[in-house]
């Protein structure tokens, strides 16, 4: 009859490592998106001359609230 020995505690610890490793690295993964749409919605409205924001009525010192709220919903 053969002994044999199971590692189940390491496992657990493994894999309780890994899943909060991947969540992690999923919740960076969606703040680095929000912010690449923070960062694109901020250049395509500075580019903009002062006569195209005001045709889109948009004042120059709220661009960077305006990228805000596109980028984070706030």
Do not use: W
């Amino acid at each position: 009859m053969a002994i044999t020995r199971s590692n189940c505690g390491l496992d657990v610890v493994f894999d309780a490592g890994c899943t909060f490793f991947n969540q992690k690295l999923g919740h960076l993964r969606r703040v680095q998106a929000k912010h690449r749409v923070y960062l694109a919605t901020y250049y395509e409205l500075s580019v903009l001359s002062n006569r195209e924001l005001r045709d889109l009525n948009i004042p120059r010192c709220n661009i960077k609230r305006l990228a805000l709220e596109a980028a984070y919903a706030c």
